[in-house]
């Protein structure tokens, strides 16, 4: 499958050391996400509930950030605050079912308040919902994965698919009913069909979201990373671009998409234990493969790097 | 003097003889009705009566757009009752002068601004207004001053788009038409330039940024004056180019608004009444005779059914076979495709009746969703049909509205489709006594045998090979029809399927011998393809 889109050679010549430069860095990446949560204060220190739902928030902002003009991560954090910081108490979860005091919050933010009416009510529904969900379960539900996502998918299926407007419905109908049909042992399947029952909630949001929890807050641990899938960010196609592991046509999918799956196959290849190593790129593209300031010299990956080998050249 | 369309154009012709079926068949009931008051005649089915009733008892749930709607078609064909509707516009009116709607789900509108959508609805109104000769009152001229205050220096409408800064050709155009008191002298004649200079810039390259202003440009410009011979011709064959095959024109999707707007335009340029009322009055006499035959077909085809109704009962292997199960055999039998396998959704509704022994509509409705939730979600390949049976049956629908929950429970089965659940939903009709409440819910059972006398009556204009890939347009078409025919029971259209049946095959097309001489099929004077020529049964 992996070889559709890019040269069987390529990949043969990268794939060896790629999984040593990443699995080299990946502790650093992970650090360098870790901070930018610890910048508004989401730490696994902080009370679960607020930790889950702040969480969201944030992947929602940075996975929209291309679409909103949100330019780098340090804004997605910046304007993450100023959205929950105006709410009130971040851990008081009770506020954040006020619909009120959301659409308000947005008013005081400096680019959701840009946002059309539709978004704009997805993402006001979206945060009340999963705040009404974090109000109905109890801390021990959330510390273990199977139970969380048990729990989130009962919610889905008992209370959010009569809350959920006519006209979002309309839109999220197929994953109710993939939700359904999907067995309840497949955790990371369940908790990613119910994440995108969610109004504004998509693949890339779900993949993020759980992967925030999992590996940089680190929620549930000891939990098995082989069924996880790595979020499909725009910053990481970017990097796989320029180093030559996707060809320049790639770009970011719909949910179980073509390339949607090829990305997920090159990331099982590549990490078959922990497929979500390859997110380790985004700290690339966040820090040295910028979209316009390249600091190819200071990027750990030059030495594979086709772009910059083409470019000296 | 004005210059004229071709006279042997016959792809005017049928532009317009399109369009009028299409709306005749698809359009809203405003749109049918201005059509039969052009048309002149007496005619008004049932669907359409009820539209009337709710006019007048100013029961219509609509916004401000589908309003400004009704009143600018239900004025273009003068039909006078129109004007309470103004009152209402009244109410809705801005502030600042103008009428807006933010709700607009339509075709092009996607591209439209807050602005764009608010200038359309207030020229939408004030075209209405000079139609119904409304004399023009504080409101409307306000209305009037709104307009003329978003008009560049350069006579032209502009920044109405999301994404794009061009010029407004549709506002600009409609502008003209209707503000020609009220626009200065030098302004109007610029935007008259510039309007000539998109459509012959559209007729040279073939093609047109904004394809749904190109029937107003024109009209606009034959209105003044401004066009040769040949430009007009070219640009009508343009707008007649892109007209669908159905008779619709829309630009990502059908738009019968546009429809209507072109249509208008079309005839407001050459004289095309007579072939426009020939046209109407060709429908009406196909549809009064739909509605007096199927007093006589109906009857005959619910024995015909209940018949087969009771040999699938003898027939059936199926222990305890009961009402439902033969309902749902029969419905299998009808709707799945030759090379599809019938038994896995036959046992699966079998294992659910010996499972549940549902007795009542209800108690149906609401253990075969709970059958299909539970036990079926996992193997069904339905999700879409699943996510919304989830939805009816949380918010306890199969209460309110159980055909609702069991359509959808019969679509979230594995390897269903959309005719299963009409021909089943019918099917329960005819076996049990559903409560009179619910008749009108009824869609109608789409089948070969029904398409082909429509078809052959005109009243499908969907094209096969789109009909072939897509169901439910030719569905969407059949259940407008029924709608409209029969509001109360639209499933009494299903019994012209008996029509086909009788008098469409055998040794003898439309004519069967008898005793006594022969008997005609009683579409045959309607019918185009009509075979008793030969015999001299004409």
């Not at chain 2, 989830?390 to 269903?416: D, G, H, M, Q, T």
Request: proline residues 4%.
């Amino acid at each position: 499958m992996i070889y559709v889109l890019i040269s069987k050679v390529r990949v043969l010549e990268l794939t060896k050391p790629l999984k040593l430069l990443i699995e080299e860095h990946e502790p650093e990446a992970k650090e360098f996400m870790a901070k930018a949560l610890a910048s508004i204060g989401i730490t696994s220190l902080r009370p679960m509930k607020s930790v889950f739902l702040h969480t969201l928030i944030i992947s929602i902002i940075d996975l929209k950030r291309w679409a909103w003009h949100i330019t780098s991560i340090d804004y997605v954090m910046s304007e993450a605050w100023r959205l929950i910081s105006h709410v009130g108490d971040m851990d008081e979860i009770s506020l954040f079912t006020d619909e009120d005091l959301l659409e308000t919050a947005i008013e005081d933010t400096n680019k959701l308040l840009k946002l059309n009416d539709y978004e704009r009510s997805d993402l006001v529904d979206t945060i009340k919902f999963f705040a009404i969900f974090l109000n109905e379960n109890e801390g021990k539900t959330l510390h273990d994965f199977k139970e969380f996502s048990i729990a989130l998918r009962d919610f889905v299926i008992d209370t959010l698919s009569k809350l959920i407007n006519e006209k979002a419905y309309v839109k999220k109908a197929k994953y109710f009913g993939r939700l359904l049909a999907t067995k309840r042992a497949a955790s990371y399947r369940v908790a990613q069909l119910a994440l995108l029952c969610f109004p504004i909630v998509d693949m890339g949001i779900a993949d993020t979201y759980l992967y925030l929890l999992a590996k940089i807050l680190k929620i549930w641990p000891n939990i098995n990373l082989v069924e996880f899938h790595c979020p499909m960010d725009p910053s990481i196609i970017r990097v796989g671009i320029r180093i030559g592991l996707f060809n320049k046509q790639f770009k970011a999918s719909r949910y179980g998409g073509y390339r949607y799956r090829i990305f997920q196959n090159i990331a099982k290849a590549l990490f078959p234990d922990d497929p979500t190593k390859l997110y380790t790129l985004r700290y690339v593209g966040e820090t040295f493969c910028t979209p316009y300031k390249k600091k190819c010299d200071e990027c750990w990956l030059f030495g594979i790097c086709r772009y910059y080998l083409t470019s000296i050249g | 003097m004005r210059v004229k369309v071709k006279e042997s154009s016959k792809s005017i012709l049928e532009a317009i003889r399109l369009a009028v079926r299409r709306l005749l068949i698809r359009g809203h009931p405003y749109h049918k009705l201005a059509l039969y008051i052009i048309g002149r005649t007496k005619f008004i089915p049932d669907g359409v009566q009820l539209f009337i009733r709710r006019l007048r008892s100013n029961t219509l749930d609509v916004g401000t757009f589908t309003l400004s709607r009704i009143l600018f078609v239900l004025s273009n064909a003068g039909y006078s009752e129109v004007r309470r509707i103004l009152s209402d516009m009244h109410k809705l009116q801005l502030e600042n002068g103008l009428w807006t709607d933010y709700n607009v789900d339509l075709d092009f509108f996607k591209l439209l601004n807050d602005k764009g959508i608010a200038l359309r609805v207030t020229l939408d109104v004030l075209m209405s207004t000079s139609k119904l000769d409304v004399p023009i009152d504080d409101r409307l001229e306000h209305a009037i001053n709104a307009l003329l205050r978003t008009c560049s220096p350069d006579g032209t409408w502009r920044r109405t788009f999301t994404r794009s800064k061009t010029w407004d050709v549709e506002i600009t155009s409609k502008a003209i038409l209707t503000l020609n008191d009220y626009v200065d002298e030098l302004i109007r004649i610029r935007a008259l330039d510039l309007i000539s200079k998109w459509l012959n810039s559209c007729i040279i390259t073939r093609s047109c940024d904004q394809p749904w202003a190109l029937g107003w440009a024109i009209r606009v410009l034959y209105e003044n004056n401004l066009l040769n011979e040949k430009q007009l011709n070219e640009a009508i064959s343009m707008l007649i180019g892109l007209q669908s095959n159905s008779g619709y024109w829309g630009v990502f999707e059908e738009n019968l608004e546009l429809t209507f707007d072109n249509l208008m335009n079309l005839l407001a340029i050459g004289k095309y009444e007579k072939s426009l009322r020939d046209e109407i009055s060709h429908i009406i006499d196909v549809k009064t005779r739909i509605i007096f035959m199927i007093n006589e077909l109906f009857p005959d085809m619910i024995n015909y059914l209940k018949e087969d109704l009771t040999n699938i009962a003898r027939g059936s292997i199926m222990h305890k076979a009961n009402l439902f199960q033969n309902a749902f055999i029969w419905a299998v039998e009808r709707s799945l495709f030759r090379k599809q396998d019938p038994k896995p959704l036959l046992e699966l509704f079998s294992h659910y009746i010996g499972e549940y022994k549902p007795k009542t509509l209800y108690d149906h409705a609401y253990t075969l969703a709970r059958y299909v939730l539970d036990e079926v979600a996992e193997i069904s390949n339905r999700h879409v049909a699943l996510g919304w049976l989830l939805r009816y049956f949380k918010l306890s629908l199969w209460r309110s509205s159980p055909l609702l929950v069991i359509e959808k429970a019969i679509a979230a089965l594995p390897n269903s489709n959309q005719k299963l659940c009409d021909t089943y939903i019918f099917a329960l009709n005819v076996a049990l006594n559903i409560p009179k409440e619910y008749l009108h819910k009824i869609p109608c059972p789409v089948d070969r045998n029904l398409i082909e006398i429509l078809r052959k009556l005109g009243l499908i204009t969907t094209p096969i090979t789109i009909a072939i890939k897509n169901y439910n347009k030719v569905r969407d078409e059949v259940q407008a029809l029924a709608k409209e025919l029969f509001p109360d029971s639209p499933f009494k259209l299903y019994a012209l399927s008996m029509i086909p049946i009788r008098w469409c095959r055998g040794p003898t097309p439309c004519v069967k011998p008898s005793r006594e001489g022969y008997n005609l099929c009683p579409f045959h004077d309607l019918c185009p393809y009509f075979k008793g020529e030969s015999i001299g049964a004409n």
